[in-house]
């Protein structure tokens, strides 16, 4: 990992702590990768797990090397190479740089098959297949509430997302997919869940307190009338806004329309 140098970089206008929602295909990634462009003078550090930055980058006519202040981790199933990776780029950022990840859901799924993997020696899957051919009344993906969880969220939400977020220096920005509520599932009628449920009939994939952790949260999705590209703010903590609006982003991405719509430098 080098360093990439800073020049005549702007001064820091509070952090952004950005989570963008949207199904297949909604431009979340290309959002990230327009932070770099836009901030040549900032590092942009995106964590990806699907190995869609540099596909996007093409898109763009892009390549890693043109772009150096834009930097990848690649996320694999070993979740303490990455963590080493995270906690390296942790000492480099400073105010104004953004951290990104691609595909939070991914992340909460990650660190489950890896705990698994290092605890129990199998993949998630074999040890819920085990438990079942034996039998065993299980909790919850098959981990014991009191001594498998806890482990889990602190690796994941301690250690990762919320040092990440609440506790460092930078800018973040996350995506994450939408699911849809099962026909058993207790609708949430109530914040922001309860929001995505009503107004759009879908839920962020992840971790479900990710959601509270951001300041700021966009559904991105396109219209139904015309099929242009669009968000709609569903939380934006400490700024107004209208969750019926839909400001398009067609022919450009998220940042720079929301950035000029709040007056953000």
Not at 44 to 52: A, E, K, R, T
Not at 120 to 142: C, D, I, P, V, Y
């Amino acid at each position: 990992m080098t360093e990439t140098p800073m020049v005549n970089a702007p001064p820091d206008s509070g952090r952004e702590k950005v989570m963008l929602v949207g199904g297949s295909d909604t431009s979340k990634t290309r959002a990230l990768v327009t932070l770099a462009m836009m901030y040549p003078d900032r590092r942009v550090v995106i964590l990806d797990p699907d190995d869609g930055v540099k596909k996007t980058l093409m898109e763009f006519g892009y390549t890693l090397s043109t772009l150096p202040n834009l930097s990848l981790i690649q996320v694999t199933k070993d979740w303490s190479a990455m963590m080493a990776l995270y906690n390296q780029w942790r000492e480099v950022l400073v105010e104004g740089d953004w951290l990104c990840f691609d595909m939070l859901g991914r992340f909460w799924d990650l660190v489950q098959g890896y705990y698994s993997q290092t605890v129990f020696g199998k993949s998630h899957a074999e040890h819920l297949l085990e438990l079942k051919r034996m039998s065993k009344q299980t909790s919850f993906n098959g981990f014991d509430g009191l001594t498998d969880w806890p482990l889990i969220k602190n690796m994941h939400n301690t250690e990762l997302i919320d040092d990440a977020v609440l506790f460092s220096r930078f800018n973040v920005m996350a995506t994450t997919s939408v699911g849809n509520f099962s026909p058993k599932e207790k609708i949430p009628k109530d914040g922001v869940m309860g929001l995505f449920a009503s107004k759009f009939g879908v839920k962020p994939e992840g971790e479900k307190h990710n959601i509270y952790r951001f300041d700021t949260i966009a559904f991105l999705h396109q219209n139904a009338t015309n099929q242009a590209y669009v968000f709609n703010i569903v939380k934006d903590r400490g700024r107004p806004f209208d969750i019926n609006t839909e400001h398009s982003i067609q022919g450009s991405a998220f940042w720079p329309v929301y950035r000029e719509l709040k007056g953000i430098v």
